[in-house]
C-alpha cells in the first residue's frame, strides 16, 4: 500500500496549486477510507489541513477555510486539495495519509512521502 503525493511546487502569493495523492496498491476505494491532507512547516508541528470521511464529509482547519477545497475522485482512487489565494504562511511540506475507519477520529496509519509547497511574496 503506498501513497504518492504530487503537485506541489513554488508559487507567489495569491497564486494556486492543485495537489494530487495518488493510492497504489489499495484492496478498497477511496470511499472506505477517511483521507486527509497534513502540513508541516519547518521548526512547527504537523497539522492536519482538511478531511473528507468516507460518507463524503468534509473537515478544514480555520485558516484555509474558503481557500482549499478537499476532493476525491473514487474511480481513480486520488485524492485532491486545490488550494487557491495562497499565502506566505501555507508554506510547508504536504501529506496526504488514510484512516481506516472512515470517521477521520484517527489515528492515520498510513502516509504519503509529502510534497513540498513554497508561497513567495
Known amino acids: 500500500v503506498q501513497l504518492v503525493e504530487s503537485g506541489g511546487g513554488s508559487v507567489q502569493s495569491g497564486g494556486s496549486l492543485r495537489l494530487s495523492c495518488a493510492a497504489n496498491?489499495?484492496?478498497?476505494?477511496?470511499?472506505?477510507?477517511?483521507m486527509g491532507w497534513f502540513r508541516q512547516a519547518p521548526g512547527k508541528e504537523r497539522e492536519g489541513v482538511a478531511n473528507?470521511?468516507?460518507?463524503?464529509?468534509?473537515y478544514y482547519v480555520d485558516s484555509v477555510k474558503g481557500r482549499f477545497t478537499i476532493s476525491r475522485d473514487i474511480a481513480k482512487n486520488t485524492l485532491y486539495l486545490q488550494m487557491n489565494s495562497l499565502k506566505l504562511e501555507d508554506t510547508a511540506m504536504y501529506y496526504c495519509?488514510?484512516?481506516?475507519?472512515?470517521?477521520?477520529?484517527?489515528?492515520?496509519?498510513?502516509w504519503g512521502q509529502g510534497t513540498q509547497v513554497t508561497v513567495s511574496s
Open positions: 495519509a488514510t484512516e481506516a475507519g472512515g470517521g477521520c477520529r484517527g489515528p492515520f496509519g498510513t
Open positions: 496498491g489499495y484492496a478498497y476505494t477511496y470511499d472506505t477510507y477517511c
Open positions: 473528507i470521511t468516507r460518507y463524503g464529509s468534509k
